[in-house]
Structure formats: structure tokens, C-alpha cells
């Protein structure tokens, strides 16, 4: 078998709320994932060129408007295809009072469909990098977290932040959901993973559990 390279993730703050976009790939590949891309798609394209890479599919780990902004730019200027739980699919078509909220505060987007579902236990593929999905409802019906079992490397979206966890006050939030996704899946991963949330600086399952008490 060949040695996998070495996972390279990207960090780009965009938009009011400062929502982490990552650019996900592995040496070796010239095909990156682009998770979250809430806002500024001509930057989010830069760092693809800057790194040589092109956009192998746009990953949304929920359907929250300030972590979609970029979606349908993103896939006009790269081709690549749109991904979402599918519970939270109908959120990137449906206009909706935060989204305006949001667009007031300098959020632009469209609203359009998915090209595909996920559920928890895909397997989706982006050049040399497969993510597994983890289901992770609770901030919204269909959050998903990205895990990567050989990187020890999870996106947690706005399930999980570094001494936070993601609000359960907007419409379809549910806090017994969410913190049974934090107790349960997330913190059924190897301790040493590394978090990277949807906001914030990254962590770990470790210093999470401890600041939990778990």
C-alpha cells in the first residue's frame, strides 16, 4: 500500500462572524475539500491557487447561512459539487430571517439546492483524503462532523468549539440532540484527535472532555 501524505488544512476566517473555511488536502494530491465556505469565494479560490490545488467538492457541515455564503459562487467558479446532511438540505434552498439577518451584516449567497446527501457512515472521498460522516444533530436537525481516523482529525461545525459548544436556539436546535453528539460520537473519538470547529481556534477531544468533566 502506499504511504498516505501528510494532511494539510487551511484555515481561512471569512465573513461577519469570522466562520473557519477549511482547505483540506493531502501532500501528494492536487484535490482539496473546501469545508464551509460562508463568505468571500475569490479568497477562498486564491488560497486553492496559492496551494495548487483545484476544488474537489464544497462540504457544508451544516445549513446555517454563515457557513453556505460562498456555496454557489464556489461552485461557478470551480464546478465542484455541494454536500450537506441531509437533514439540512432544504436550508440551502429556503430562505430563511437569519439568513437575511446575516446578509444585512455583509453575508451575500444564493440560495440553491445540494448535489448530495450525506448520512451518517458515508465515506465521501476527496483526492487522497476520505472523511467520514458523523452525524452530529442537535445545532441544527442535519450537522455533520468530518472525521479523518487515519489523520486523527475531526470538523466538528458548530457542534463543538475549544471550551464552547454550538447555540440550540435557532429553529430546529435541540440541546438533548447536541449534547448527545458531543458525549456520545465526538467524544467516542480518540482522545488525541484534533478539533477543528466551525468558529474559533482548534483544540482537542481531550482538552474538551477535561473542560467537560468528562
Not at 66 to 87: C, F, K, M, Q, S
Given at each position: 500500500m502506499a504511504e498516505m501524505g501528510t494532511l494539510r488544512v487551511d484555515r481561512i476566517p471569512v465573513g461577519p462572524l469570522s466562520t473557519n473555511c477549511y482547505v483540506v488536502w493531502r501532500d501528494?494530491?492536487?484535490?482539496?475539500?473546501?469545508?464551509?465556505?460562508?463568505?468571500?469565494?475569490?479568497?477562498?479560490?486564491?488560497?486553492?491557487?496559492r496551494n495548487g490545488l483545484s476544488c474537489g467538492a464544497i462540504i457544508n457541515t451544516h445549513g446555517h447561512p454563515d457557513h453556505i455564503g460562498a456555496n454557489g459562487a464556489l461552485r461557478r467558479l470551480t464546478g465542484a459539487r455541494i454536500y450537506v446532511g441531509a437533514e439540512d438540505c432544504h436550508m440551502l434552498a429556503c430562505p430563511d430571517d437569519m439568513f437575511r439577518v446575516l446578509a444585512r451584516s455583509g453575508v451575500e449567497g444564493d440560495k440553491l439546492d445540494a448535489d448530495e446527501v450525506l448520512v451518517d457512515g458515508d465515506r465521501l472521498r476527496v483526492g487522497d483524503a476520505e472523511f467520514v460522516v458523523l452525524a452530529t444533530p442537535g445545532h441544527t436537525p442535519g450537522g455533520i462532523s468530518l472525521w479523518l481516523p487515519d489523520d486523527l482529525a475531526v470538523?466538528?461545525?458548530?457542534?463543538?468549539?475549544?471550551?464552547?459548544?454550538?447555540?440550540?436556539?435557532?429553529?430546529?436546535?435541540?440541546?438533548a440532540a447536541l449534547f448527545d453528539s458531543i458525549?456520545?460520537?465526538?467524544?467516542?473519538?480518540?482522545?488525541?484527535?484534533?478539533?477543528?470547529?466551525?468558529?474559533?481556534?482548534?483544540?482537542?477531544?481531550?482538552?474538551?472532555?477535561?473542560?467537560?468533566?468528562?
Amino acid at each position: 500500500m502506499a504511504e498516505m501524505g501528510t494532511l494539510r488544512v487551511d484555515r481561512i476566517p471569512v465573513g461577519p462572524l469570522s466562520t473557519n473555511c477549511y482547505v483540506v488536502w493531502r501532500d501528494g494530491s492536487n484535490v482539496a475539500a473546501v469545508i464551509d465556505p460562508a463568505a468571500d469565494p475569490a479568497r477562498i479560490v486564491g488560497r486553492l491557487e496559492r496551494n495548487g490545488l483545484s476544488c474537489g467538492a464544497i462540504i457544508n457541515t451544516h445549513g446555517h447561512p454563515d457557513h453556505i455564503g460562498a456555496n454557489g459562487a464556489l461552485r461557478r467558479l470551480t464546478g465542484a459539487r455541494i454536500y450537506v446532511g441531509a437533514e439540512d438540505c432544504h436550508m440551502l434552498a429556503c430562505p430563511d430571517d437569519m439568513f437575511r439577518v446575516l446578509a444585512r451584516s455583509g453575508v451575500e449567497g444564493d440560495k440553491l439546492d445540494a448535489d448530495e446527501v450525506l448520512v451518517d457512515g458515508d465515506r465521501l472521498r476527496v483526492g487522497d483524503a476520505e472523511f467520514v460522516v458523523l452525524a452530529t444533530p442537535g445545532h441544527t436537525p442535519g450537522g455533520i462532523s468530518l472525521w479523518l481516523p487515519d489523520d486523527l482529525a475531526v470538523f466538528s461545525g458548530d457542534t463543538l468549539f475549544k471550551m464552547g459548544v454550538g447555540r440550540t436556539d435557532f429553529a430546529g436546535g435541540d440541546e438533548a440532540a447536541l449534547f448527545d453528539s458531543i458525549y456520545r460520537v465526538l467524544f467516542g473519538l480518540d482522545e488525541r484527535a484534533k478539533v477543528y470547529p466551525g468558529h474559533g481556534p482548534d483544540t482537542t477531544i481531550a482538552a474538551e472532555m477535561a473542560w467537560h468533566g468528562r
